[in-house]
């Protein structure tokens, strides 16, 4: 067989292109494929779809394409173009390239396999590109993806704030929590952040949103009621993101209670934060003892700590009945206790009460069964290189966005032509 036609094949080249010339560098380690039509060949307007003949040839250009055997391989060609009577002087459509692209589709299908297994960096080192253009496969492969995507308003979603940076610098980040995959993101964590969500629906497709988890978080919630009918029904605050008011509560009676104690020698204290941070459950062995002397005291923390172990309990009632009556008790128990980090914290929370009740219809959570969370975070830590904001909401959408990636290559992932 010529190495032209063993080519053809590898390649998957359909008519009318053929390889005219195969040159193999063994010191660059690299094999340089030329692909050609035949004299008369028509084409094809990329706009009409009208059959033309050819106009004339832009620059010859190259592509990536996958390794033979450890070469790296690049298939050229002069793309054709034709003059249509209606779009003008066109280039028509290539079979293994999308326009503009420097890479073959099946490559790019490669590349976005192994960019979905590493970082961009591993990507890059074992592909053979450099950092920009590992990068701008994964870019393009989420502008794809996006654009493909229909538009459907997922029926319970999350809203959460994330850090893209240093200090105050936000994105806003929408889930769908039925798919566990992020279904939006956009800069800041404003009302017109999340607006800017329930705008690209239609009224119709809004309707379609039945429940919203988020923080306690003015903005959203008045954009959830902005956007979003019977919205107080619809929107649960995230339990987790509640009980921090608690934890940070204790946290502060213990200091003030630890520097009162300190002062008179008493160190009962020091040293003890992170013990009641730990849910009951979740205490480490070694420290039950310690923990148990001092929940035993008449130390105000302990009480605070009480206090926000026992709001644990509303959230595992079956009824909503239950849960108010619950709350309603611990509410008073709260205002009652004469600490005021937890005085402060419950009023926070009773003002937000039809929140709270809300999740015995919805039952929903930011937490999610997909774990979105701590993959958003571990795509921030490995993303000290993707450098600022953009980047990082790239690579969310990419790895986490639910997205259609691929370029659309036809049934068969070795085939260059039959797109
Ligand atoms: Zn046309």
Redesign the pocket.
């Given at each position: 067989m010529r190495d032209t036609e063993l080519y053809r094949h590898l390649l998957g080249l359909v008519a009318p292109w053929q390889v005219s010339r195969v040159e193999l560098s063994v010191a660059d380690g690299r094999v340089d494929v030329w692909a050609q039509h035949p004299r008369r060949t028509r084409f094809a307007?990329p706009?009409?779809e009208?059959k033309l003949a050819v106009y004339d040839h832009s620059e010859e250009r190259a592509w990536r394409h996958l390794d033979s055997c450890g070469f790296l391989t690049y298939l050229h060609a002069g793309p054709p173009r034709v003059d249509?009577p209606?779009?003008g002087v066109?280039q028509v459509r290539l079979p293994w390239a999308e326009p503009n692209s420097r890479f073959t589709m099946v490559f790019q299908r490669l590349a976005i396999d192994v960019l979905t297994e590493c970082d961009v960096t591993g990507a890059a080192r074992l592909l053979h590109l450099s950092w920009d253009e590992a990068w701008h496969v994964m870019d393009r492969a989420v502008a794809r993806g996006l654009a493909a995507k229909a538009q459907v308003a997922p029926a319970r979603i999350g809203v959460d704030e994330k850090s893209a940076g240093r200090g105050q610098d936000y994105i806003t980040v929408v889930s769908d929590l039925d798919r566990g995959t992020v279904d939006y993101l956009v800069d800041e964590r404003r009302q017109a952040s999340l607006d800017s969500y329930f705008d690209r629906f239609t009224a119709e497709q809004r309707a379609g949103i039945e429940a919203v988890a988020m923080d306690m978080w003015e903005p959203y919630i008045n954009s959830a009621r902005a956007n979003l009918e019977d919205a107080d029904e619809k929107i649960v605050f995230d339990r987790y993101h509640l009980m921090k008011y608690l934890t940070t509560a204790v946290d502060t009676v213990r200091k003030q209670e630890n520097r009162a104690l300190a002062a008179g020698g008493d160190k009962r204290l020091a040293g003890s934060k992170y013990l009641w941070l730990y849910s009951a459950e979740n205490l480490p062995a070694r420290h039950v003892d310690r923990f148990a002397r001092l929940r035993a005291g008449d130390l105000k923390t302990a009480r605070a700590w009480a206090i926000k172990e026992s709001l644990r309990h509303f959230w595992a009632y079956q009824r909503r009945g239950w849960a108010a009556k619950h709350f309603k008790r611990w509410y008073f128990w709260a205002t009652h206790s004469r600490l005021q980090p937890v005085i402060d914290a419950a009023r926070t929370l009773k003002r937000h009460e039809a929140g709270l009740l809300s999740y015995f219809a919805h039952r929903i959570s930011n937490a999610g069964a997909e774990g979105l969370n701590s993959r958003i975070q571990a795509i921030r830590v490995s993303a000290r290189g993707y450098r600022n904001r953009e980047h990082f909401k790239t690579a969310i959408y990419f790895h986490l966005g639910g997205l259609q990636l691929y370029p659309q290559t036809g049934s068969s992932s070795r085939t260059v032509g039959s797109g």
């Amino acid at each position: 067989m010529r190495d032209t036609e063993l080519y053809r094949h590898l390649l998957g080249l359909v008519a009318p292109w053929q390889v005219s010339r195969v040159e193999l560098s063994v010191a660059d380690g690299r094999v340089d494929v030329w692909a050609q039509h035949p004299r008369r060949t028509r084409f094809a307007c990329p706009e009409c779809e009208r059959k033309l003949a050819v106009y004339d040839h832009s620059e010859e250009r190259a592509w990536r394409h996958l390794d033979s055997c450890g070469f790296l391989t690049y298939l050229h060609a002069g793309p054709p173009r034709v003059d249509c009577p209606d779009h003008g002087v066109l280039q028509v459509r290539l079979p293994w390239a999308e326009p503009n692209s420097r890479f073959t589709m099946v490559f790019q299908r490669l590349a976005i396999d192994v960019l979905t297994e590493c970082d961009v960096t591993g990507a890059a080192r074992l592909l053979h590109l450099s950092w920009d253009e590992a990068w701008h496969v994964m870019d393009r492969a989420v502008a794809r993806g996006l654009a493909a995507k229909a538009q459907v308003a997922p029926a319970r979603i999350g809203v959460d704030e994330k850090s893209a940076g240093r200090g105050q610098d936000y994105i806003t980040v929408v889930s769908d929590l039925d798919r566990g995959t992020v279904d939006y993101l956009v800069d800041e964590r404003r009302q017109a952040s999340l607006d800017s969500y329930f705008d690209r629906f239609t009224a119709e497709q809004r309707a379609g949103i039945e429940a919203v988890a988020m923080d306690m978080w003015e903005p959203y919630i008045n954009s959830a009621r902005a956007n979003l009918e019977d919205a107080d029904e619809k929107i649960v605050f995230d339990r987790y993101h509640l009980m921090k008011y608690l934890t940070t509560a204790v946290d502060t009676v213990r200091k003030q209670e630890n520097r009162a104690l300190a002062a008179g020698g008493d160190k009962r204290l020091a040293g003890s934060k992170y013990l009641w941070l730990y849910s009951a459950e979740n205490l480490p062995a070694r420290h039950v003892d310690r923990f148990a002397r001092l929940r035993a005291g008449d130390l105000k923390t302990a009480r605070a700590w009480a206090i926000k172990e026992s709001l644990r309990h509303f959230w595992a009632y079956q009824r909503r009945g239950w849960a108010a009556k619950h709350f309603k008790r611990w509410y008073f128990w709260a205002t009652h206790s004469r600490l005021q980090p937890v005085i402060d914290a419950a009023r926070t929370l009773k003002r937000h009460e039809a929140g709270l009740l809300s999740y015995f219809a919805h039952r929903i959570s930011n937490a999610g069964a997909e774990g979105l969370n701590s993959r958003i975070q571990a795509i921030r830590v490995s993303a000290r290189g993707y450098r600022n904001r953009e980047h990082f909401k790239t690579a969310i959408y990419f790895h986490l966005g639910g997205l259609q990636l691929y370029p659309q290559t036809g049934s068969s992932s070795r085939t260059v032509g039959s797109g």
